[in-house]
């Protein structure tokens, strides 16, 4: 599966949105927090920058998008066809990785600040080895900054990925070193566990991954993390929110199910609300679950663009089970 940055740049070239503002230059503050953002406080300063944070949608622009919806699911993808979407998921992501392997990917040196707890759980004596499993580590954009920003600290890194090309691109990249990482392909909806051992990853990441899975298989993917992560590990989480503009640009015979779709490459997206990711991690304890607004703003040519994701934090109980297992 993409990373981040590759999921945000797919949506671009696809459907003509901009490279996030926040992926070009070096952040500092998180996207979600309440400090050191930028505020609209008047329409007329709209076309003053380039972007505004924590923007807030009113009634009339979430009836344009139920609208909008509402066209989208008149002219679903038909039942025959869909399967080819859903069987063949691991290949549209090869052919994603064959054709993409040198473009867009721009690696996540703002990790320490929008997970910070990353950092601030690394053991203090080399001797204890930190690990962490990286589900859809793409072209390694998570993997290499963070061995980079902890090369200090005893971590390894599961890095796991549904297309092999992409596992490839890591193995084969100049920093790949198989005694700090492993990289390996892995469909997190496998009813078989990740050869990792149980109850062994301090951290797991899942950013811009499961929007890409099915719906159904949504449990399976909670349960697979919830056996490899400690008791007391934690989940960082981070995806397409509700009424993105990449879910309100799609057109008629894009969309496979409710809020959920195949791009123009045959890759799959959801859009996810704060109460599905709730319901999703409800076996653990919720530190966080954002949403990240965003008013993208094209002041040349006087368009307004708004973009939602979602931010959240989980932790497996010391003495907790999961309930769906």
């Known amino acids: 599966m993409m990373d981040a940055t590759t999921q945000a740049a797919n949506d671009a ?64 993808v038909p039942d025959a066809e869909q399967s080819k979407y859903h069987e063949g998921a691991a290949n ?14 721009k690696d996540r040196h703002w990790l320490r600040v929008e997970f910070p707890e990353i950092f601030e759980r690394l053991p203090k004596h080399n001797e204890d ?40 691109v890591v193995k084969t990249h100049p920093d ?33 991954v499961l929007s890409a899975l099915q719906p159904s298989t949504w449990r399976i993917a909670v349960r697979n993390i919830w ?5 007391g590990g934690l989940l960082l989480f981070r995806d397409y929110g509700r009424y993105d503009l990449a879910q309100l ?13 195949i791009r123009g490459d045959g890759t799959r997206v959801y859009f996810f609300t704060t109460e599905e990711v709730a319901a999703m991690f409800k076996d653990f304890e919720m530190l966080q679950n954002a949403v990240d607004r965003r008013l993208i703003v094209n002041r040349s040519r006087k368009l ?19 309930t769906d297992a």
Not at 132 to 148: K, R, S
Not at 227 to 231: H, T, W, Y
Not at 306 to 316: A, M, N
């Open 249 to 261: 640009r799609f057109k008629g015979g894009r969309m496979l199910d409710d809020n959920f779709y």
């Open 176 to 208: 790949y070193n198989t005694g700090k990482c492993k990289a390996f392909v892995y469909d997190i909806t496998s009813p078989t566990p990740p050869d990792i051992p149980p109850a062994s990853v301090d951290v797991c990441i899942c950013i811009f």
């Open 304 to 322: 307004k663009m708004y973009r939602c994701w979602l931010q959240g934090k989980f932790v497996k109980p010391i003495d907790g089970r999961l």
């Open 92 to 105: 549209f992501w090869d052919q994603f990785y064959e054709k993409n392997t040198n473009r867009f990917f």
């Open 227 to 231: 056996n490899v992560l400690k008791p």
């Open 129 to 168: 080895r930190f690990n962490v499993f990286e589900i859809g580590c793409g072209a390694g954009n998570t993997v290499f900054p963070l061995l980079q920003e902890a090369a200090e600290s005893n971590v390894f890194v599961f890095a796991a990925d549904y297309s092999k090309v992409a596992v490839d």
């Open 13 to 76: 070239s696809q459907q003509g949105l901009g490279r996030r503002s926040e992926e070009s230059k070096k952040k500092v503050v998180s996207s979600v927090s309440d400090f050191g953002t930028r505020y609209l406080t008047s329409d007329e300063d709209v076309y003053d920058f380039n972007a505004w944070d924590n923007v807030e949608w009113g009634e009339e622009q979430e009836q344009d998008a139920l609208e909008l919806i509402k066209k989208q699911s008149a002219a679903k």
